[in-house]
């Protein structure tokens, strides 16, 4: 029996470098809690964002690298199409390092480059209109109850545009989406009274 009382002292006279179990903290930090568990967040609500005015559809979103001395860097390129289905539309790219601030960049360019339309009452166009930009060649004519007869990009710019009832045809052999919205657009700025 003195044994072991000779041993209990000698624990606690010279205690070991990890101490007692229950005093030992857990490894890898204290435990937080998650999700449900714990406190939770104050007010309870959620805050709801602004909507903005104008709706907003992408074009295309690429990765682009430029080569540096340790290798290649990547960043975005987003084209975004804008408009308040009210005769308002604009297109606009955008770079950045990561999508979301390349479409957020692109966003601002569309809103910047934004035209307003002249349309008719039954929100159609007035008369047969051609352009050409770049490679992207677009021909759009009115054309009662038909809706919109588009293919690729240009039938999201008519759609935020608001325009209703024409057929479009791209002419140009080059299928790039950017330069036929960009035709689309440049085809719009010449309608007239």
């Known amino acids: 029996m003195t044994d072991t009382k000779d041993t209990n002292q000698a624990n606690t006279a010279n205690p070991s470098p990890q101490g007692d179990a229950s005093q030992r903290r857990p490894r890898g930090g204290a435990r937080r809690p998650r999700g449900g568990e714990g406190e939770r967040r104050r007010g309870g609500k959620r805050v709801e964002r602004e909507r903005s005015e104008f709706d907003q559809r992408t074009l295309l979103i690429r990765r682009v690298a430029r080569v540096m001395a340790g290798g290649r860097r990547f960043s975005f390129s987003a084209a975004i199409v804008a ?4 005769g308002r539309v604009g297109v606009g790219i955008g770079k950045g390092g990561d999508t ?11 809103k910047k480059n934004m035209i307003t339309l002249k349309l008719t009452d039954t929100m159609s166009i007035r008369h047969d209109v051609l352009a050409k930009v770049s ?6 004519r009115p054309s009662p109850q038909r ?14 545009a608001g325009v209703k009832d024409v057929t479009a045809k791209i ?3 080059s299928k790039n989406k950017l330069n036929i919205a960009r035709a689309t657009i440049a085809a719009l700025k010449t309608l007239k009274k």
């Open 135 to 140: 490679s992207g060649i677009v021909s759009i």
């Open 147 to 160: 809706g919109i007869v588009a293919g690729s990009s240009v039938k999201l710019v008519l759609e935020l």
């Open 83 to 86: 408009g308040d289905r009210k």
């Open 100 to 110: 979301a601030l390349a479409i957020e960049k692109a966003l601002r360019d569309a």
């Open 171 to 173: 002419l140009s052999p």
